[in-house]
Structure formats: structure tokens, C-alpha cells
């Protein structure tokens, strides 16, 4: 009798183990009753790669890891969507909800009036759209503008005869003081590594900036006194530079510095700055096994930190731990310290899920302004020689760290969190130290590489 027993409970045991060691764990969607507004709901999770899943019927592929991803297309509405194995069942209600129409709201035109900027670093747009690759310059607290149109939630903001911005209306504010302002002056300086440009008004105005291959063409304008009133400099565009505007009362100072020349192939006298994308509660993407972005990067970082310092670069970290810290306050550590290079690092996943979602894969680098085109090629061509990621190319985005053009910036996506082939690269113990070495010699091979 007793010997039965023990058989017994020896089979449940092995019953709860096979169901514990082969049943699957979905990690996204986080609830199995939610709303998406999206056309397709997308499950990642890991299970035993003998066991075979379905999703609606759907079979599922699975990576050598036990890794998966997998879409269903919604219907508008509820959508039931069932997950099955040999060992467990599971079931999602997943409502689509009806997304708002964009409207694309009137131009209402008026007279020409004046309004003042009310804080720093106020973009000044091309578009009246709050997003995208649109900013044309960061206004600063008191400019005067002169609007004479509305559209949605922007201003539309009177340059010249030929050119109108836009603006957000919370960003400024109407005056009835008699605004005037008048040209004073303007000249410039060149030092060996940098040159600095002024021109100076009465009053606060309005500037752009833009790039062609060669220059640099800072412009400001004037239209209180003439709607064809613009003050422009055209400045030679070094090999590797930064530049800088900064504002006092009405006196423009524009800076274009070049970055210093390392002897040989090292990194001396350079400051660059480590990112390690999120932190704390920001977890960033979560992976096919369970895993957080946030973890991931911070293991590349580490070792990033450790392979510049060895090259002769002075080298700042954002955070050096699983901590929080915001958007701002890595763009103000990396000015403080005059950073030469911003170098962010993250790993990616699918923002707007499509129904193939394992062609989303490999490495892709952003850059923001044209200054950080030629890192980004450096690095993006060295990361994916060297991991032999699939290349997702080299692509433009307004990341707020990587929007300052006081430093040379990049944000690097080394690898797809939500692919279950790139979940096998990340997961090897070798995978943050291969990344580091090969993101340190595509910057070593950008400030060392002559043209």
C-alpha cells in the first residue's frame, strides 16, 4: 500500500512537472482583457521548443531559445483570441477600439500681431505638427513674433515675405507693449578650432538655422521692421563640429566649434557621454524571455565606459545603475560636462506591430542633426560587421538626447527585443561586451579617418 502511494505521488509530481517545464508564458499583452487601437495584437513569450503552439488556430514559429513573437489581426470590436499547447490553453479578449479621425482643422488668417515667446528652447516648426523632423530652431523666453494666423493648436508665425513658421500657442503670449526692434550690428571671429558670429538687435527676434554639404546658415529675422528684413551668415562647415546659439537681451552669439583631433588612433582629449537608454520604472521594450531593454543596455554601457576610458576618453555615464533619470537631465549632464559625443544606447521593438512582425529585426543608429550623419554611418556599418545583425538602416528621428547641437549625437538600437532570432544574439553572455567593442571602433574610426 504504501509503495502504491509513493507511485502516485511520484506520477503527480512528473504530471506538474511536464505541465511546469513545457507549458509557455506570454509576457505581451501584459492583461488578457485590454483595448488597442492598433490593427493587429501582438504576443511575445517562451516556451520549449518541442512543444508546438497556436494562436487562433495560427501556428506559432519558435526560436531555438524557446523564443517567440506572433500577430493576430483585429477586427473592430471584441476579438477572442485563443492560445493553445498540448499542455495549456489560454484565453485573450481583446477589444479594438475605434481610433479618432484625424481632422485636419481651418487656417484662420488675421492681421499681423505681436506676441512674445514665454520659455527657453521653444521649438520653432516648419509644420503645425507636434512631432516629427520639423523644428527649424529653439526660440528663446521674450523673442518677439509676429503672427498673423492660427491652425489647430499653432500659431502661424510671420518671418519674412517668403517664410512663415510655426509655433504652439500655450508657448506664447500676446503684448500690447510697442515693439520696435532695430539691426545694430553684426561681424564675426575665427580661432583656430571654432569661430563665433554675433549680430545685434534692439530686441529679441527670431532665428533659423539650416545646412547644405558645406555651410552652415544661421538667418535671423526682422519683419516688425520689414517683411523682408533677414540678417544671414553663411558659415564653412568644418569636418567634425558642434554649434551653439546663445541669446543675451538682443545680442546673437553663434558658435561653430570643430572637435579636437586625437593623435594616432586613440580617443585623448575627447568627452563623450554614455547613455544607457531608460532606467528605474522606464523598463524599456520587454523581450521574448521576459527580459527588460532597460537591463540590456545598461550591461553594453558598462562595458562601452570601460573600452573608451582604455582608448584615452574621458568618459561620463547618464546613470551607472538601474536608476531613474529623465530626458532632460541627460541633455543637461551631457552640456554641463561640454561633451564632444552623445552615445545612447538601446535595444528595439515594434511601435506600430504589422502582421510579418519577424521581418522587424537588426540594428538601426538615429541621428538628428546633419553634424551626427557621419557617426552614425561609422558606428552603424562597425556594430553590424561585427554582430552580423540584419541592417536596419541609418535613420533620422527627434530623440530629445540627441536633438542638441552642442555635442555630436546618436541613439543606437543594437538588436530587436521582440524578434525571437535577435533574442538568441542578445541573450549570449558575450553579447555587451561584443556590442561595446564594436560600437567603440566605429567611434574611433569616425574621429580618426581622414577624408
Not at 556599418?381 to 552580423?388: K, Q
Amino acid at each position: 500500500m504504501k509503495n502504491m502511494r509513493a507511485i502516485f505521488i511520484l506520477l503527480l509530481i512528473l504530471i506538474f512537472s511536464a505541465n511546469t517545464t513545457f507549458a509557455y508564458e506570454i509576457f505581451l499583452p501584459k492583461e488578457k482583457k485590454t483595448i488597442m487601437n492598433t490593427n493587429y495584437a501582438f504576443f511575445i513569450g517562451k516556451t520549449n521548443r518541442d512543444v508546438p503552439i497556436t494562436i487562433n488556430d495560427e501556428r506559432v514559429y519558435i526560436a531555438s531559445n524557446g523564443a517567440f513573437s506572433h500577430s493576430i489581426k483585429l477586427k473592430n470590436g471584441e476579438n477572442r483570441i485563443i492560445i493553445k499547447s498540448d499542455y495549456k490553453t489560454q484565453i485573450y479578449k481583446i477589444y479594438k477600439n475605434y481610433p479618432e479621425s484625424y481632422l485636419n482643422p481651418e487656417l484662420v488668417e488675421f492681421e499681423p500681431q505681436t506676441y512674445i515667446v514665454k520659455k527657453d528652447n521653444t521649438p520653432l516648426r516648419s509644420t503645425p505638427i507636434d512631432y516629427g523632423m520639423n523644428r527649424i530652431s529653439h526660440l528663446f523666453e521674450g523673442t518677439n513674433l509676429l503672427i498673423n494666423g492660427s491652425k489647430g493648436n499653432f500659431y502661424r508665425v510671420m518671418l519674412s515675405k517668403n517664410k512663415e513658421a510655426w509655433i504652439q500657442k500655450n508657448a506664447v503670449e500676446q503684448t500690447s507693449n510697442n515693439v520696435n526692434p532695430k539691426f545694430i550690428t553684426m561681424n564675426s571671429e575665427t580661432f583656430k578650432n571654432a569661430s563665433k558670429h554675433i549680430i545685434e538687435f534692439t530686441e529679441k527676434l527670431p532665428y533659423t538655422i539650416d545646412e547644405t554639404d558645406n555651410e552652415i546658415i544661421f538667418k535671423v529675422y526682422n519683419p516688425v521692421a520689414s517683411e523682408d528684413s533677414v540678417y544671414t551668415i553663411n558659415i564653412r562647415k568644418p569636418k567634425n563640429y558642434t554649434y551653439d546659439t546663445l541669446l543675451h537681451k538682443g545680442v546673437y552669439i553663434f558658435k561653430v566649434s570643430e572637435l579636437p583631433k586625437p593623435e594616432k588612433r586613440t580617443l585623448e582629449g575627447l568627452t563623450i557621454v554614455v547613455d544607457p537608454g531608460h532606467g528605474g520604472t522606464e523598463k524599456g521594450a520587454i523581450g521574448c524571455l521576459g527580459d527588460y531593454e532597460k537591463d540590456i543596455n545598461l550591461k553594453i554601457a558598462n562595458e562601452l565606459k570601460n573600452i573608451l576610458c582604455l582608448m584615452g576618453a574621458n568618459v561620463i555615464m547618464t546613470r551607472e545603475c538601474d536608476g531613474n533619470i529623465e530626458l532632460d537631465d541627460r541633455v543637461k549632464l551631457a552640456k554641463k560636462n561640454a561633451s564632444n559625443l552623445f552615445i545612447s544606447i538601446h535595444l528595439n521593438s515594434i511601435p506600430d506591430v504589422k502582421f510579418d512582425v519577424h521581418k522587424n529585426k537588426g540594428t538601426s543608429v538615429y541621428y538628428y542633426n546633419k553634424n551626427s550623419k557621419k557617426l552614425a554611418e561609422s558606428v552603424f556599418d562597425s556594430v553590424t560587421n561585427e554582430l552580423n545583425t540584419r541592417k536596419d538602416g541609418i535613420k533620422t528621428a527627434s530623440f530629445a538626447v540627441i536633438r542638441p547641437t552642442e555635442y555630436i549625437g546618436i541613439l543606437i538600437e543594437v538588436a530587436y527585443m521582440t524578434n525571437p532570432i535577435d533574442s538568441i544574439l542578445y541573450s549570449k553572455p558575450e553579447f555587451p561586451r561584443d556590442t561595446a567593442k564594436a560600437i567603440a571602433e566605429g567611434i574611433l574610426n569616425y574621429t580618426t579617418t581622414e577624408e
